[in-house]
Each structure stands twice: as structure tokens, then as C-alpha cells.
């Protein structure tokens, strides 16, 4: 019936998200590493009056650590596909 979810219509999305799951997580590391780099430089910032040096190079780190961990996650999702 057209209007009716079934149960293909769960199982699909299951399957979906599993296979998203890695992508996602990788993300998500990233993510977590900026912002922890640019909480820390913000935080140790405040704590030594550097304005805004500490800051920027928190960043920095966070921008270059979670992109070498999203690459490091790509690369060995690729591999495990192959």
C-alpha cells in the first residue's frame, strides 16, 4: 500500500545508518578537536593574559590534529571496503 511504512521502511534506514556510523564518527572527531584546541587556547588565554596568541594557536592544533585523525579514519574506512 502506497500511504503504509512497512517493515523494509526500518530496515532500510537501520542499514543506512550503520553503514554512515564510521563517516559520522569521524566527523565528529574533528569536530571535537577544534573545539578542544580552541577551548583550551581560549581558556589558557584568560589564564596568562596572552590574548589572543594562545588562542590561535590552540586552533591551530585542533584544526591540523582533527583533520590528520578525519584522514587517518578515511583511510582505513577505504581500506576496509577494499
Do not use: C, H, N
Not at 580552541?38 to 588565554?45: A, H, K, P, R, V
Not at 585523525?69 to 576496509?80: G, N
Amino acid at each position: 500500500m502506497p500511504g503504509r511504512r512497512g517493515r523494509d521502511d526500518g530496515e532500510g534506514l537501520s542499514s543506512a545508518l550503520s553503514k554512515a556510523q564510521p563517516y559520522l564518527d569521524a566527523v565528529w572527531l574533528m569536530t571535537g578537536s577544534v573545539a578542544l584546541g580552541t577551548l583550551s587556547g581560549y581558556l589558557l588565554d584568560r589564564r596568562f593574559g596572552t590574548k589572543p596568541w594562545l588562542l590561535v594557536a590552540g586552533a591551530l592544533l585542533g584544526v591540523s590534529g582533527g583533520f590528520y585523525s578525519f584522514l587517518r579514519a578515511v583511510i582505513a574506512l577505504d581500506k576496509k571496503t577494499r
